[in-house]
């Protein structure tokens, strides 16, 4: 059975090859001499790694029907398997993470200052700013039917009150692209990075910062609101105060103290004594900024185009209690709480979750005996099934899973996490939860922030030297179930 299974796999993929081929051919994306097209070689080797797992039992049973040509998604035969139709599947990038050369932005400053709280800068990132027409097609070839990226304040505004028409003509490219490819569409218009004229008049802690956020949101629909299918004002919020709550090992104090000391260094060494960013202010001003940002921006968003959906992303952990003294209700009050009373109000809601966190006093380790991610963070994609049924019940709009996977550099721990995520999250499906997106972390192998590019979380490979790209075996796994729409 596992032989048969195998047999077909590798027909699949071997079809999977020539839609790759095809559209390397069709390519006419921007003609640069780093632009290297995904070559026959690479996808080889993603293809027979891929091919082996399926003959690993536990890894193939959810693999062994046949499959259809690249063109026409399939429509999967076991309702037991399937998922609710529409159901978006994609992957989801971030500006400051894979576009490359974000100079006018508050995070491109930190990164360059003596003892810099990042690892190493963003660089060209993944220069996708320049290769986006490639890796939108790769995500369709794939399988995928949405994609999620952010659009950079700082491009679109590199001075107060100076818009740039040619950087918004990017975008619109960006999203024709995706339209050209029938890929549902999900912006995010503030994905941690900011201008650094506004960084440096204290970002969030400005009160005049929520209605220069709106005006750029209502340029920014004005300009590409037509083609924009969820829209969304922030990516993690709750971020400030989450940090509150976690302590990375081996680290004296919790994470938002950590970012207090980089604060004080940044503004030394920016020579600006108001300078704050996203991870490092006041968590409460911040928040009270971040809350009246959001609601002014979606009002503009709004009037600019009434009918585009509008929601947010928020930071989520699987929450459980410790056998004693457990804080959760309080943990859940002061991360969650005012931003779950806003997503009431939002079309839809999109959640983002990698693991659980054991919630004690505070966030305790994760247990002595558990497996570990590339980010020390515990392997655990049960996480998806729980925080898509307590954001539900909490919230009751329309859930998207916009961020979940896993920093490996062991493929097959990847896919193995994607088999028990959705498995997960089809058992809340079948439960009657209202999910009806699923967008992984990440598209590319990128800038992971203060990490820089260590970690792995991309389905698709990236030589930063020569930015050629490589699909991983879990690439393939997941476009595969992205096509037919099941398990
Ligand atoms: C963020 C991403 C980040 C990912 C993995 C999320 O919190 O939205 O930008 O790369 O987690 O750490």
Known sequence: MYLEGAALEVSFLAEQIRCAEVHVKKSDGPASPDSTSLSRRSLLQGVSAAALLSIVPGESKANSSPRGACSAPQTATDKSKSFPEKFLWGCATAGAQVEGNNTASDL???????????????????????????????????????????????????????????????????????REHNLTTLVTYSHFAMPLWLAKRSAWQNPSAPDRYARYCERVTKHLGDMIDFASTFNEPDVPQLLDWITMPGAEGNMAQMFQQALANARTALNAPGFASFFAADPRKTRDGLLAAHSRGKSAMKSARPNMPVGFNLAMSDDQPAPTDSHLAEKRADVYGPWLEVAKKCDYLGVQTYSRSIVGKKDLPPPQSAELTQTGMEFYPECVEGVVRYAAKETGVPIYVTENGIATTDDTRRITYYRRALAGLKRAIDDGIDVRGYLTWSLLDNWEWMLGFEPKFGIIAVDRATQQRTIKPSGTYLGHIARRNSL
């Open 108 to 178: 491109w400053a930190l990164e360059h200052i003596p003892n810099s709280m990042f690892k190493e800068p963003s660089g060209d990132a993944c220069d996708h700013y320049h290769l986006y027409a490639e890796d939108i097609a790769l995500l369709a070839d794939l399988g995928f039917n949405a994609y999620r990226f952010s659009i950079e304040w700082s491009r679109i505004e590199p001075e107060e009150g100076q818009f740039s028409n040619a950087e918004l003509n990017h975008y619109r490219r960006v999203l024709a692209t995706c």
